[in-house]
């Protein structure tokens, strides 16, 4: 078994062509649970893991996620905002698409950071200003990547690589559907 950036390589590749020979096993939708605690306060609870249409029932850790909102921005400051838990997931999914890719290509990391800051204009969310968007105006993201003896123009082209494969970097930059209905 190769293992480069604790990332199994050959998992990966099996991974790989199993969804090349049956393009269904990509198809995976992640679910979350939330009960609101008052104020600005949520508690969810991530759901089940579908994949091919199929409840991938092996997974069996739920793991707790609370919210809130600082109290300059009308919160308790209890939780992390939401707002920060987007950056989280951007930067753990760069993280993820990082280390795998870096593996693939046989870059062997011996750490990297990453560093991300996004602005909000409270206009919009404030129904003040209908012309400013009440979402993230720029995500600003720094990677501090240490691959010895890879030259810097390679992990140039492997964090462009990044940028094209995140998936959430795609979600924040491409239109997405959100489908809201009323239970």
Sequence with gaps: MTVINDVDV???????AAVEANPLLGQ???SVDGAWQGGCRLTAQTGTLTQAGERD?????KYTMSSDEP???LGTDTA???AEYLLQALAGCYTVTLA?????????LKGFRVELEGDVDLRGFLGIDSTVRPGLQQVRVRLHVDAPGTPREQVEEL?????NRSPIRDTLISPVDVVTTLA
């Design 57 to 61: 029932e092996s997974r069996v850790a």
């Design 10 to 16: 050959q998992a990966q590749k099996d991974t790989t």
């Design 28 to 30: 995976v939708s992640f």
């Design 100 to 108: 795998s890719l870096a593996a693939a290509q046989g870059i062997e």
């Design 159 to 163: 964090v462009a690589l990044v940028e």
């Design 80 to 82: 992390v905002s939401p």
């Design 71 to 73: 109290a300059a921005l």
